[in-house]
Nanobody, 117 residues
Framework: QVQLVESGGGLVQAGGSLRLSCAAS????????MSWYRQAPGNERELVVS???????NYADSVKGRATISRDNAKNTVYLQMNSLKPEDTAVYYC???????????WGQGTQVTVSS
């Protein structure tokens, strides 16, 4: 069973930065798509950024220019660097990984990010 473990969340002041990590229990080359989502209280889970094995990266408009996704293949880890954080970035951030053919969809347990004004 694939496991995804997020870390790096915390409390930060507006304008600050955080780097979230998602460590996979298997090679990240396994996955067709890896993504970060977030869910704020009372809101639906929304996509922050995704990238595919073919090299396509897609950022949500709300984080464009402030977020960067990267990967360390040797560590089977994907990172989300968030800069210029805003209170509206407060949410639980989830790592997601998918394989196609067969389709599998994996979620991490989430890491809380709280941005104070």
């Amino acid at each position: 069973q694939v496991q995804l473990v997020e870390s790096g969340g915390g409390l930060v002041q507006a304008g600050g930065s955080l780097r979230l990590s998602c460590a996979a229990s298997t090679s990240i080359f396994t996955f067709t798509t890896m993504s970060w989502y977030r869910q704020a209280p009372g809101n639906e889970r929304e996509l922050v950024v995704s990238f595919t094995s073919s090299g396509i990266t897609n950022y949500a408009d709300s984080v464009k220019g402030r977020a960067t996704i990267s990967r360390d293949n040797a560590k089977n880890t994907v990172y989300l660097q968030m800069n210029s954080l805003k209170p509206e970035d407060t949410a639980v951030y989830y790592c997601n990984a998918q394989t196609w053919r067969p389709f599998n969809n994996y979620w991490g347990q989430g890491t809380q990010v709280t941005v104070s004004s």
